[in-house]
């Protein structure tokens, strides 16, 4: 009912309840990319295995995310019903005391007595509205849902934000060329990023925006400053 009711209003859209995988996905996709390209490429002279190593780390790190995402939300999601256990088992068991919290929730959102005592009597009416109200303002718990389309949707934004800074790499010749379009393509997909997050969050776009930006520039600093590292140890990956 809640969710019915917001879709009425435009100023809630609803993938606003996938923007922790969106931005979370796309992020960490242009982020890693990156922040690996410039390391990678500041340490080898050969393109082609810049190509190679990028498309395989971003590959390997859309999947490592939508599997780790799939298991962080069904963990999450098995440990709410492990909870909803315990309080069904309080609510038959400890039947006073689970009302008197409910009595002490409604109190504490500043109803008075007798409000308090009309709520408290038809929360308890139904059992399934007590245990709702019981896991959210009692254990503050929001049922997970769907952990699969979770990994989904952060995998497939990895790969959507990760892929077009290694573009240049493939159209681009020399290097150091391809380097510079990748770092101008990122910047166009993180800005992209930060204006998403604008639309849902709204408040500053230039401050999303810039925000976004910073983070996977300072990304990028940490992997070039972690390849020229590599070349004062004489490190300097393949150049063949």
């Known amino acids: 009912m809640p969710r019915q009711i917001a879709e009425r209003e435009p ?17 960490d996709g242009v982020v890693t990319a990156i922040g690996f390209l410039v390391g990678f490429a500041s340490s080898v002279s050969n393109q082609g295995v810049v190509v190679v190593a990028g498309a395989l780390t971003i590959v390997a790190g859309a999947a490592s995310m939508a599997l780790g995402n799939f298991l962080a939300v069904k963990s999450q999601r098995e440990f709410y019903d492990a909870m909803e256990k315990v309080e069904r088992w309080e609510m038959e068991n400890k039947h006073e005391t689970e009302i008197e919290e409910i009595r002490e ?4 959102y500043g109803f008075d007595k007798q409000a308090v005592e009309v709520l408290t009597k038809r929360v308890i009416a139904d059992k399934e509205l007590w ?8 254990l503050g718990l929001t049922r997970e849902e769907q952990p699969a389309l979770a990994g989904v949707l952060i995998g497939i934004f990895y790969l959507l934000a990760g892929l077009p800074p290694l573009l240049p790499f493939v159209f681009f010749k020399p290097l150091t060329r391809a380097l510079v379009m990748s770092l101008i393509v990122a910047v166009l997909v993180m800005a ?9 969050n709204k408040g500053s776009l230039g401050g999303k ?6 983070i996977g520039l300072i990304a990028a600093t940490i992997g070039f400053l972690a390849g020229e590292a590599l070349n004062l140890l ?6 063949v």
């Open 105 to 108: 929730i409604y109190t504490n």
């Open 209 to 214: 925006v810039v925000e976004t930006i910073l």
């Open 11 to 27: 100023e809630h859209p609803a993938s606003g309840q996938f923007l922790r995988d969106i931005v979370f996905g796309a992020n």
């Open 131 to 138: 245990l709702k109200v019981m896991m959210r303002d009692e």
């Open 192 to 200: 992209l990023i930060g204006s998403f997050r604008w639309f849902l």
């Open 234 to 239: 004489g490190i300097s990956g393949v150049s």
